[in-house]
């Protein structure tokens, strides 16, 4: 808004400066010619003065008497006034007044000379009058000009006209100086020499053309002044003489009275000088008039500036107010479609069911109404096309979640029709399996059954990036150490994989040991895919609590800081499904199992090398189990024995085939059968394992030392399962395959209470709409899995 406003005023107080910068220049000139016409008028009254003193120095030189003394004395007096009074209006004159400064100084200067010339007007005897009178008329001259320079540059004609107007009436004075002095040499020489009517006639002359000027250039008021200075008994004696001066022949003396003469020309320049006067007093008063009018002007400029920034202010302020409100209201409408109605709307495209938006409709629906609404000027168009762009932002965002959705239903139906497929495969490998008798084809088998399992997972990760659970319906937590062993049965390197320090008291909740196996099985397999092919990868699960940490460490080259903050924010945020997803879906898979199990999976540097993942499972995710129902895994100790026992030697895991079949089905018993017993006290060897079993039935044929020859047979409710495992070493072949392999009778051989069934826990009623689809997926790979029959897939 500032700058809304701050630029018309700039614009108006530039332009308003000018003004007022022009104005106080006329109003300076103003000034500066009144001060001018006030020096103009003393100058005319010292060029008066002047010529007084001119003619009273040539009566003085032409007749030396004391009464010429005194009368020059007189007007020397009276010349020095009107000099201090001049000098003292020359001083006020501003540096930048439009005069000539030469025509000042050279004026100056004639001043200083009047002393010395004086002097010798006093003292000379017999001094040239022509010469000293010379000196004076130049000096006149000087100040004539002077007041003839003052109308330069004057912009009102009339004020210019009325200051030449005065000037003319200095040279008519002046003309008629020149001609008193030139009559007056005449007589005082005793006859008219031709350069003497030469010099009169000059005059004469000079005075006609100044009085022509001065009517020229004079207004009706001062015309009649003009006419009223020239009547009267001087102007008529004066006329006579003239007269007689013009019919006297050169060479003829002129027979005038000198002081007649002089009397009367005094008379006449006496009338010219108040007419003069009069109109100096005119011309002041026209230059003061226009000082004051221009500076009444220059006021009215003034305040006429400062009602217009006044006003622009306040009409810019009231624009530039309306103008923001309306911006800002544009502006808090596109964030709140920027950073609240788009979001929101793209998260819900981002659930599930998005496939049966209609993105026009959509688009229609979502169209903010709290943008700037339709006008014709510029902010309302902007409106407008923000509108249009949120509606093609929310239209694109509903057709990409279309086509998404559109796309993980694609994966989901493939996935599914692929798993069907698989899940026969592995039908039939368990069936081959379960009569195979030779060790290199079981080992082929084996690998088959393995990767039948990695294409199960595979299809599994379509699932997940479709959007679709993977697990299936169970009703017991899995502990922790039975998730792990599933975990790297779906890898290919599996024999790669060291289990190290396992937790067994903690279990994964039923309804998330699928997803939590998968997840651990992208990550098993990403460790041992790049890295060396004789590495190890080492995995641990610890609980701490609250949650449960397992690391998979591996031995490959690691990663550069940069790559693994690329992968940490990938598992962090997932992106949607897109090719580049597909293109790297293990840990898109990870990032979108671990968001939805509410885990964290970050990637560091390994204690040595390599690199080390580590996924966080939390506490809703995470069951403790009793101590009876602790897992052992083969070649480990439970927590007790590694309490008192030294580290077991490295597990070599010969994962057994468990394609096909659920993880519960393929895991060790639930209970710990193992435990460590002491070693000799004669021997430092590690502690062994016996069977707990034996603790419990040993003291059932434990016999005190006086019944040791007693013969009697011992028996115990064991013996028949005892019996029954025996018979185990001693197969009963009744039947066998074409190729003469004997046929396994499937649970011949189970010792009676070796199985316990477990008890149905109790369900909620609340369903999930995803576990719903799971389990009926799951329905669908389990009627797949019970088929005995072998499925001839080339008529599918």
Do not use: C
Not at 172 to 177: D, P
Not at 394 to 399: D, N, Q
Not at 577 to 586: F, L, Q, Y
């Amino acid at each position: 808004m500032r700058l809304i406003v701050a630029a018309p005023l700039v614009a108006v107080i530039g332009f308003a400066g000018l003004a007022l910068t022009e104005s106080a220049r006329q109003t300076a000139r103003a000034s500066d010619l009144r001060a001018l016409a006030q020096v103009g008028a003393a100058a005319g009254d010292l060029a008066y003065r002047l010529q007084r003193e001119r003619i009273a120095a040539a009566d003085l030189l032409t007749y030396p008497t004391a009464e010429q003394q005194d009368t020059f004395g007189v007007e020397l007096a009276a010349t020095d006034d009107v000099v201090a009074r001049y000098r003292a209006q020359r001083d006020r004159l501003s540096p930048d007044a439009g005069t000539n400064r030469d025509l000042l100084h050279r004026i100056d200067a004639a001043l200083d000379s009047l002393a010395p010339l004086r002097t010798q007007v006093r003292t000379a005897a017999h001094a040239s009058v022509s010469a000293m009178t010379f000196s004076y008329r130049i000096a006149i001259a000087d100040l004539i000009s002077l007041r003839e320079n003052i109308s330069h540059g004057v912009v009102d004609a009339e004020l210019a006209d009325g200051i030449r107007a005065s000037a003319a009436l200095s040279k008519t004075a002046e003309a008629i100086g020149q001609q008193q002095v030139a009559v007056l040499r005449a007589i005082a020489g005793g006859e008219l020499t031709p350069a003497m009517q030469q010099d009169i006639t000059a005059a004469r002359t000079s005075y006609t053309e100044s009085s022509l000027s001065f009517l020229a250039l004079a207004p009706p008021a001062w015309s009649v002044w003009w006419e009223q200075a020239g009547t009267g008994p001087e102007a008529l004696a004066l006329q006579r003489m003239q007269d007689e001066v013009s019919r006297a022949q050169p060479g003829s003396p002129l027979h005038l009275e000198t002081a007649g003469w002089v009397s009367t020309t005094q008379a006449r320049a006496a009338r010219l000088a108040d007419l003069r006067a009069r109109v100096d007093a005119a011309v002041g008063d026209d230059v003061r008039a226009a000082h004051a009018d221009q500076r009444r002007r220059a006021v009215a400029e003034a305040v006429g500036v400062l009602l217009a920034l006044l006003l622009t202010a306040l009409v810019t302020w009231a624009v530039a107010r309306q103008i923001t409100r309306r911006l800002r209201a544009l502006r808090d409408a596109a964030n709140a479609v920027a950073f609240e109605q788009l979001p929101a709307v793209v998260a819900q495209l981002q659930q599930p069911g998005s496939a049966a938006v209609d993105p026009h409709q959509l688009a229609r629906q979502q169209a903010s109404a709290a943008l700037e609404p339709s006008s014709d000027d510029e902010i309302g168009e902007l409106g407008q096309a923000f509108s249009a762009v949120h509606q093609a932002a929310v239209r694109t965002a509903a057709e990409q979640a279309v086509m998404r959705a559109n796309t993980a239903d694609i994966f989901i139906h493939l996935s599914r029709r692929e798993q069907r497929l698989v899940d026969a495969v592995l039908a039939q490998v368990d069936l081959v399996e379960r009569d195979e008798t030779d060790p290199d084809r079981l080992h082929q088998l084996y690998t088959l059954d393995n990767l039948a399992t990695r294409m199960g997972r595979i299809n599994a990760s379509l699932l997940v990036l479709g959007g679709v659970g993977v697990g299936r319906v169970r009703q017991r937590d899995v502990p922790l150490q039975q998730v792990l062993q599933a975990a790297l049965s779906q890898i290919e390197h599996y024999s790669r994989i060291r289990l190290g320090m396992i937790d067994g008291d903690v279990a994964v909740a039923a309804k998330t040991v699928d997803e939590v196996v998968h997840l651990l099985a992208e990550l098993m397999d990403n460790a041992t895919t790049y890295s060396p092919p004789g590495s190890e990868t080492w995995v641990s699960g610890r609980s701490l609590g609250d949650r449960v940490i397992v690391q998979i460490s591996d031995e490959g080259m690691g990663l550069s800081p940069q790559r693994m903050q690329q992968l940490n924010e990938l598992l962090a945020q997932p992106p949607a499904t897109d090719v580049a997803a597909v293109r790297a879906m293990g840990l898109v898979v990870v990032g979108q199992l671990a968001a939805r199990l509410g885990a964290t999976v970050q990637l560091r540097r390994g204690p040595r090398r390599g690199t080390l993942a580590e996924a966080t499972l939390p506490a809703t995710i995470i069951r403790s189990l009793p101590p009876e129902e602790y897992l052992l895994a083969p070649g480990r100790l439970s927590r007790r024995a590694a309490r008192t026992a030294s580290p077991p030697p490295s597990y070599q895991p010969r994962p057994e085939p468990t394609a096909g079949r659920p993880p519960a089905e393929r895991t060790l018993p639930a209970a710990p059968v193992f435990r460590p017993t002491p070693p000799p006290p004669d021997r430092g060897d590690a502690p062994t394992e016996e069977l707990l079993i034996f603790e419990q039935v040993n003291h059932w044929f434990q016999t005190d030392a006086a019944d040791g020859t007693d013969d009697r047979e011992w028996a115990s409710p064991a013996d028949d399962a005892w019996h029954t495992a025996a018979q185990v070493n001693t197969p009963d072949v009744t039947t066998t395959t074409p190729s003469g392999l004997p046929k396994r009778e499937p649970q011949r051989h189970l010792v009676p209470g070796g199985v316990s069934v477990p008890r149905q826990q109790q369900r909620s009623e609340y369903r999930d709409p995803a576990q719903v689809a799971t389990a009926m997926a799951a329905y669908a790979r389990g009627v797949a899995n019970r088929r005995r029959t072998p499925i001839n897939l080339g008529n599918k």
